[in-house]
Each structure stands twice: as C-alpha cells, then as structure tokens.
C-alpha cells in the first residue's frame, strides 16, 4: 500500500516548456487535490477532483490544467511555465465529505524551477 | 486579511520543556479544524483533529475558541521528534472537503 505517489520528484525547466505532474493513490479515495507551497505562505488549492472524470477550479489555477481520467490519478500540466511557477507541488487524497472529520493524505512533493 | 494565521516562530525549546501556541482564522463559518504536522522538505500529515471541547492526544492538547476564532497546540514534555512545522488547518464550512492552511509555525526542540 503505497498510499499517495508523485512523479516526478524533481524538475527544472525552462520559461515557456511544458510538463505533466503525475499523482496515483492506492487507497479508492473519491477526492483528490493539487496544492502549491511557497515560502511563507499555506498550501494554497489550484486545482480538485471530486470523482472521476470531474475536476474543479481552486484558489490558484491560472497557467495550470488537469485531468482525471481514472478515480486513481490526478495529472497537473503547465502549458507554458513561467518563473512565477516555481514551487513545489503536493497531491492529496481524501474519502468523500460528510464527516466532520477529513483527513487528506498527501505525497511527498515535487520541486518545480523554472528558470 | 489571510484566511488562516500563525506566528511563524521558530519556537525554540529545551527537550522537555513546554511549548504552545495558535492559530486564528477570519471565517466565521469555519466548522473543522486540525492541526498538521510537517517536517523539513516532507509532506503534511495530519497531527489531530480539533474538537470544541478541546481534545489531547498523548503530550499533545488541542483547543479551539469559536469566540475569538482561535485555535491552540500545546505541546508537554517536548522531545526532539516534536521538531517540525505545525500547520493550523480549517475548513470554509460544514461537510466542506477543501481545506485552508496556516503557513505553519516552526519549532525546534534542542538537547
């Protein structure tokens, strides 16, 4: 059980290249997230699934896209990155709502320059 | 004015000594809250769940004021392995899944 995976690790890339952000969970949870970290700031939302086949808008999506094709991944693509974009990015997982008690699961991140 | 604030330390402490600290958040609205821990270039894990009774878990004690829109960690008889990066976590609302984290407070237990 590997609970939440992400590939890659680590990337640099140029302004303007592309790249996809892979994110796989073991554990069948309905929902999943894509976060950025910065320095003194919180995870901030940029993009969610709330099943598959839908995804959601968060509180960052400008410049990101992504898919869910199958209820275990969650992809994140930059179309075009750009320095602003430098961060490193973490995929969550969680049950469905309706407890008061939501727990999600996190993987262990990828680093992000882009130079 | 940021949904959810902490004082970002570092909170330095001798091992054993006890340290608290908390978190307010600006919605009133908020129905869920959490404590998550994060160490050093790692991914969050969740530390405890806050309840509005206040809760403990082992050296752990977590409490929330609805009133003043706080919650608080206090950590006793601190060990080395509490060194880390606690996130003070809320939801917007009831049955709300996304949630909104604090920017973490650091602290670091010395030998």
């Known amino acids: 059980n590997a609970g939440v995976t992400q590939t890659p690790k680590f990337r640099v890339l140029k302004t303007g290249q592309s790249m996809t952000l892979l994110c796989a969970q073991d554990?069948?949870?309905?929902?999943m997230y894509w976060y950025r970290q910065d320095p003194g700031m919180g995870l901030r939302l940029i993009h969610y699934s709330v099943g598959e086949g839908t995804t959601a808008k968060g509180e960052v999506p400008d410049g990101y896209n992504v898919s869910r094709l199958k209820k275990q991944n969650f992809l994140l693509g930059l179309e075009s990155a750009a320095p602003s974009q430098t961060s490193v990015y973490f995929c969550?997982?969680?049950?469905?709502?309706?407890?008061?008690?939501?727990?999600?699961?996190f993987g262990p991140g990828t680093r992000l320059t882009v130079l | 004015r940021k949904e959810v604030e902490q004082d970002p330390g570092p909170f330095n402490v001798p091992e054993g000594a006890t340290v608290a600290f908390n978190c307010t958040y600006s919605n009133s609205a908020s129905q869920s809250f959490f404590w998550y821990r994060q160490d050093c270039r790692k991914e969050p894990k969740l530390l405890m769940s806050v309840y509005s009774s206040g809760n403990e878990d082992g050296r752990f004690t977590a409490q929330l004021n609805r009133a003043s829109q706080y919650i608080s960690l206090l950590i006793r008889d601190s060990k080395l392995s509490d060194s880390a990066t606690y996130l003070c976590?809320?939801?917007?609302?009831?049955?709300?899944?996304?949630?909104?984290f604090g920017a973490g407070t650091t602290v670091t237990v010395r030998a």
């Open positions: 554990m069948n949870h309905e929902y």
């Open positions: 976590v809320v939801t917007r609302a009831l049955n709300d899944y996304k949630l909104s």
């Open positions: 969550a997982s969680s049950y469905s709502a309706g407890s008061s008690y939501n727990e999600q699961f």
